[in-house]
């Protein structure tokens, strides 16, 4: 569910900065929208464990043509505005304009409000316009880490709390564009269906 920033900039950059360090910790406690909806309830993934996990893909592949580095910080930054606006999903019934809306104004308030414009904040935001653009291969393929990382963790609330979280696949995997991020899809698809044939 959206939420709105009541964050007023005090004009001190220190305070101000503070107040973004702290803003941080709502992806570290706020639960992924999609997995309370399916009422997955004994553990559950944060929007930063989400973010890590996609951090540590990145390291993993094997793709010289990309700027690794730049994959990681896409994945670090690319869900930033959810700290403010939460997580939004399709059951929340926001139209796609607005949701952009919410999260491009959550991304102006952090880097111009809290980090007063200098040099992490541009940094941040270019990233982040990076990612949202979808231009960049790097983009791209952090988009299909997104993708996958859903899958992944769909597969093992599957294992965990024995459910069938299907739609979360239908609407990831088939998406997916980069060939090893699609050879990752394929093992764990393999893997899940192993899984289903145990007894």
Known sequence: MSRRSNFVPS????GDRLAFFHILEQLKTQRRTGW???RVT??????????????IL??????QGLDVSKCVMLS???DLAEAIVGDIAPSDGIPSAEKK???????????????????AARRIEALWNEYEAGETAEARFVKDLDRVEMALQASEYEKRHRKDLQPFFDSSISKIQHPEVQ????????ERASRASEP
């Not at 004009?11 to 220190?14: A, C, L, Q």
């Not at 004994?42 to 951090?55: G, K, V």
């Not at 990145?58 to 793709?63: E, F, P, R």
């Not at 809306?101 to 040099?119: C, N, Y």
Request: charged share 15%.
């Open 11 to 14: 004009g001190n950059e220190g």
């Open 36 to 38: 309370v909806n399916n």
């Open 42 to 55: 004994t553990s559950f993934a944060s929007i930063s464990d989400h973010m890590h996990r996609m951090s």
């Open 58 to 63: 990145a390291l993993c592949t094997t793709d």
């Open 76 to 78: 670090v930054v690319h």
């Open 101 to 119: 809306k919410l999260e491009a104004d959550a991304i102006s308030s952090m880097v111009g409000d809290m980090l007063h414009g200098g040099p």
């Open 183 to 190: 050879g990752w899809a394929a093992d764990l698809i393999t």
